[in-house]
């Protein structure tokens, strides 16, 4: 017995340590196995529960050593460290943090808000230091953009008051012109069956939403249950995200014309078990709702330019949008961190020794309208000379996520990188290039390749060829924290990406810029 004892002392200061190491070479707050006095008496019921089968237990995130390390790397790349490149997401998200903690509700690197702009500057900052050449900022005023104020949602009954902390505007929802009073009907998964025999005119529409496969995409957005219920007459809709916990989520971004005639509210889990439950219970509950809102113009973003000059004037370019919703660790702090490292890899090479000249840049308003004058449309109608000259387009966003997976009540992380949606258009030479790094380097892949890609590489795939991965799961939610992106995931498609980068450097233009997909301009 006293054995035993002594080894599960050793075993939990070993992983203490582990943890701790962790949060000083990667810069965030590791996570190690919580004991039940630290999760509460809710924690130590859940873990009483089978497993996690039936239970919601809080996600676990390992610490960055305890994953998995792809071995193998071309020697050249061993400089590539991934906790250096956790290090800069760490310092791009913190950008991000002080956004939420200045007291907006609408936070993070939100294109034309201050924190776009010192991101921005973080960016040229980076570019300089590195020692790229003909850095400039290209300054555009955005088109009007949706801005949400403040809004409010409490749900009240004969059982008692909860706020719906997690209530999040779905993106170019319509206000609600001060507060207003509905009444919840429960809607199932928002289909026009389950709105046989239920009356929602005049009330709010509550739906839930099955993740397919990530926070961006749940079931009630792809079956188009938000117009389904404005049809039925619903004045107001909410979407209840069915990740495990109480997750806040932004599924959309981008549209410019509105999703419904009615406010369309996105909630977590949790706080859509407690509309539901008081519904079950028939507390009467009744919903205040205010959302304030308002189109904004006259803002103004900018993208980030630097030249690394190789041996001619062909190029390589490299891309990442730099917005982000929360705090945007994945999405996309890790495409500018990967972006960072490559400029740095290829800046310790003697120019005499880059066949190519490579041009990194950065797009905004990504998430949100950016108009001719900006992010990519700008790019294509201005940088044709450099685009007809491209070897490969270079697209980083989304680089590496932990593996998580909903297992009974809980949304489980591991130990391992998560598989990737991936593209790769040009020349059957290019494709088998990227085919085999990506095997050799591990990179793990959905089993069908995008038949066009989306992300930043959407607008510009017609334009050269081009590649990207692009991981997904915990992306537009408070989830996409540091702790959810891995550092040895980063360090391993970084490393795969300048190893594309040399291989492509091998081969004459002509053989890479065929298969290119037409383009409508």
């Given at each position: 017995?006293?054995?035993?004892?002594?080894?599960?002392?050793?075993?939990?200061?070993?992983?203490?340590?582990?943890?701790?190491?962790?949060?000083?070479?990667?810069?965030?707050?590791?996570?190690?196995?919580?004991?039940?006095?630290?999760?509460?008496?809710?924690?130590?019921?859940?873990?009483?529960?089978?497993?996690?089968?039936?239970?919601?237990?809080?996600?676990?995130?390992?610490?960055?050593?305890?994953?998995?390390?792809?071995?193998?790397?071309?020697?050249?790349?061993?400089?590539?460290?991934?906790?250096?490149?956790?290090?800069?997401?760490?310092?791009?998200?913190?950008?991000?943090?002080?956004?939420?903690?200045?007291?907006?509700?609408?936070?993070?690197?939100?294109?034309?808000?201050?924190?776009?702009?010192?991101?921005?500057?973080?960016?040229?900052?980076?570019?300089?230091?590195?020692?790229?050449?003909?850095?400039?900022?290209?300054?555009?005023?955005?088109?009007?953009?949706?801005?949400?104020?403040?809004?409010?949602?409490?749900?009240?009954?004969?059982?008692?008051?909860?706020?719906?902390?997690?209530?999040?505007?779905?993106?170019?929802?319509?206000?609600?012109?001060?507060?207003?009073?509905?009444?919840?009907?429960?809607?199932?998964?928002?289909?026009?069956?389950?709105?046989?025999?239920?009356?929602?005119?005049?009330?709010?529409?509550?739906?839930?939403?099955?993740?397919?496969?990530?926070?961006?995409?749940?079931?009630?957005?792809?079956?188009?249950?938000?117009?389904?219920?404005?049809?039925?007459?619903?004045?107001?809709?909410?979407?209840?995200?069915?990740?495990?916990?109480?997750?806040?989520?932004?599924?959309?971004?981008?549209?410019?014309?509105?999703?419904?005639?009615?406010?369309?509210?996105?909630?977590?889990?949790?706080?859509?078990?407690?509309?539901?439950?008081m519904i079950e219970k028939q507390q009467s509950p009744r919903m205040r709702v205010r959302l304030d809102v308002e189109m904004k113009s006259g803002l103004k973003s900018a993208s980030v330019f630097g030249v690394l000059p190789g041996s001619s004037d062909e190029q390589v370019i490299v891309?990442?949008?730099?917005?982000?919703?929360?705090?945007?660790?994945?999405?996309?702090?890790?495409?500018?961190?990967?972006?960072?490292?490559?400029?740095?890899?290829?800046?310790?090479?003697?120019?005499?020794?880059?066949?190519?000249?490579?041009?990194?840049?950065?797009?905004?308003?990504?998430?949100?309208?950016?108009?001719?004058?900006?992010?990519?449309?700008?790019?294509?109608?201005?940088?044709?000379?450099?685009?007809?000259?491209?070897?490969?387009?270079?697209?980083?966003?989304?680089?590496?996520?932990?593996?998580?997976?909903?297992?009974?009540?809980?949304?489980?992380?591991?130990?391992?990188?998560?598989?990737?949606?991936?593209?790769?258009?040009?020349?059957?030479?290019?494709?088998?290039?990227?085919?085999?790094?990506?095997?050799?380097?591990?990179?793990?892949?959905?089993?069908?390749?995008?038949?066009?890609?989306?992300?930043?590489?959407?607008?510009?795939?017609?334009?050269?060829?081009?590649?990207?991965?692009?991981?997904?799961?915990?992306?537009?939610?408070?989830?996409?924290?540091?702790?959810?992106?891995?550092?040895?995931?980063?360090?391993?498609?970084?490393?795969?990406?300048?190893?594309?980068?040399?291989?492509?450097?091998?081969?004459?233009?002509?053989?890479?810029?065929?298969?290119?997909?037409?383009?409508?301009?």
């Open positions: 017995m006293g054995k035993r004892i002594l080894i599960a002392v050793l075993t939990l200061a070993t992983t203490v340590a582990v943890g701790r190491l962790s949060a000083q070479r990667s810069g965030g707050t590791s996570a190690v196995v919580p004991q039940p006095s630290q999760r509460g008496e809710a924690g130590a019921q859940a873990t009483r529960g089978r497993s996690g089968r039936a239970n919601y237990e809080p996600t676990l995130w390992l610490p960055d050593e305890q994953f998995l390390r792809w071995p193998f790397t071309d020697p050249q790349y061993a400089k590539i460290d991934g906790f250096k490149v956790k290090n800069y997401i760490n310092e791009i998200t913190a950008i991000s943090r002080k956004s939420r903690d200045d007291g907006n509700q609408y936070w993070g690197r939100i294109a034309g808000t201050p924190y776009d702009k010192m991101t921005t500057d973080w960016v040229a900052a980076q570019y300089k230091r590195i020692g790229l050449e003909q850095i400039r900022v290209h300054e555009f005023t955005l088109p009007p953009q949706w801005f949400p104020h403040s809004w409010e949602v409490i749900v009240a009954g004969s059982g008692g008051t909860v706020a719906i902390k997690t209530a999040f505007p779905l993106y170019a929802s319509v206000g609600t012109k001060g507060p207003v009073e509905l009444e919840p009907v429960w809607a199932g998964t928002g289909l026009p069956a389950d709105f046989l025999g239920r009356d929602v005119r005049g009330k709010a529409a509550v739906i839930y939403g099955f993740p397919d496969p990530g926070g961006r995409e749940n079931t009630a957005m792809t079956f188009g249950a938000v117009a389904t219920a404005e049809r039925a007459g619903a004045a107001a809709v909410f979407v209840v995200l069915g990740f495990p916990g109480n997750v806040t989520n932004e599924p959309a971004g981008g549209q410019t014309t509105a999703p419904a005639s009615v406010p369309v509210f996105v909630i977590g889990n949790q706080d859509g078990t407690a509309i539901r439950e891309q990442a949008h730099t917005d982000s919703f929360f705090e945007g660790a994945m999405d996309n702090a890790s495409g500018i961190a990967t972006q960072l490292t490559l400029a740095e890899y290829f800046a310790s090479i003697p120019k005499a020794q880059r066949r190519r000249t490579m041009t990194f840049y950065t797009t905004s308003a990504h998430h949100s309208p950016s108009g001719p004058d900006g992010g990519t449309q700008w790019i294509k109608a201005n940088m044709k000379d450099v685009l007809a000259k491209t070897a490969v387009l270079v697209n980083c966003e989304h680089t590496a996520q932990v593996a998580t997976f909903v297992f009974g009540g809980s949304l489980v992380a591991s130990n391992t990188v998560s598989a990737r949606r991936w593209y790769v258009g040009g020349s059957d030479q290019l494709k088998a290039i990227v085919a085999k790094t990506f095997k050799e380097y591990g990179i793990a892949l959905y089993s069908r390749a995008e038949t066009r890609p989306g992300g930043e590489l959407g607008p510009m795939y017609t334009e050269a060829p081009s590649f990207h991965i692009i991981d997904q799961t915990v992306y537009h939610t408070d989830l996409d924290t540091l702790q959810a992106v891995p550092a040895y995931g980063l360090e391993q498609s970084a490393r795969a990406f300048a190893k594309i980068i040399d291989e492509v450097n091998k081969l004459p233009l002509t053989s890479l810029r065929v298969n290119i997909p037409a383009g409508n301009n």
